[in-house]
């Protein structure tokens, strides 16, 4: 069978096909972590889930920029700082799934400054942290194993303040867990490497490890009904372990983020964002 990743993109095409809805894939809860060589874990920093969609446009960088939450509300205008996605995004088109995140002047990750963000007020800039590519230059990765997707948004993806990709780990996920617990994470991700995407489906394909009690919500998204204080990751975390580390510090974190784990004092001074 061929292997749409491998198949030639046809740049010159005067138009892509537009992009489908589709609804984040959710993770079934799990009381402990594991170690396997057929998943990748990845950190769960305590944001809420989105779909970023992006074009189709004429060229790579040039699409329109969707974003819409796991609740199917539309927070594109309510986030002006993710316009620019697409230009970050070395696509025509492309849906992208992660979380929406804010970070305080010590770098944690502050749910309730996202909540009002999210409600339409002023605050500290909203980050995209992505961990999944569902669909590239008009073709469906829905049917692609797990880790085809993700090398797929690592080829596409250049980071920068507002999108970056979320580091995994193969095989080690205890490791991963003892540091997420060690600094008071919202919890981790176990995902089957070989897995498809089931869009709007909750599978045992994605399990959600949640490192502090109580902090597991509707769809391990750590949104509305999580509280803030069960959704506080330390942005410091992922240095501890120094395999964690070289990943997060190689592409996994906004620059801010990777700022705030040497110097806090980086994303105090990031200017408040109003969509007003």
């Keep these: 069978m061929t292997d749409q990743l491998s198949l030639p993109l046809d740049a010159t095409a005067d138009r892509l096909p537009d992009l489908p809805e589709l609804r984040p894939m959710l993770a079934r809860p799990l009381s402990e972590a594991f170690d396997s060589d057929q998943h990748l874990f990845e950190p769960w920093w305590g944001g809420t889930r989105a779909l970023i969609s992006i074009g189709p446009g004429e060229r790579p960088g040039e699409g329109d920029v969707r974003v819409v939450d796991v609740d199917e509300v539309d927070r594109t205008a309510t986030l002006p700082e993710l316009a620019g996605t697409a230009v970050r995004v070395a696509a025509r088109s492309a849906i992208l799934d992660g979380e929406l995140v804010v970070v305080d002047a010590h770098g944690r990750a502050d749910a309730a400054a996202l909540e009002r ?16 590519l569902l669909h590239l230059d008009g073709r469906s990765l829905l049917g692609q194993p797990l880790v085809r997707r993700r090398e797929a948004l690592k080829r596409i993806l250049r980071p920068g303040d507002e999108v970056a990709a979320v580091p995994a780990i193969a095989t080690e996920g205890r490791a991963l867990f003892d540091a997420i617990v060690a600094q008071g994470l919202a919890g981790m991700m176990a995902r089957q490497r070989q897995g498809p995407y089931l869009s709007g489906l909750r ?62 004092r980086t994303a105090a001074r990031r200017p408040p964002y109003s969509t007003k």
Excluded: M
């Design 117 to 132: 963000r999210l409600e339409g007020k002023a605050g500290r800039p909203v980050a995209f942290l992505a961990f999944d």
């Design 203 to 264: 599978s045992r394909l994605w399990r959600f490890i949640p490192a502090v009690a109580g902090s597991i919500p509707a769809s391990e998204t750590c949104s509305s009904q999580c509280s803030p204080t069960s959704c506080a990751p330390n942005a410091r975390a992922l240095t501890t372990n120094p395999q964690i580390g070289r990943e997060l510090r190689a592409s996994s974190a906004p620059t801010y983020l990777r700022n705030t784990a040497t110097n806090s």
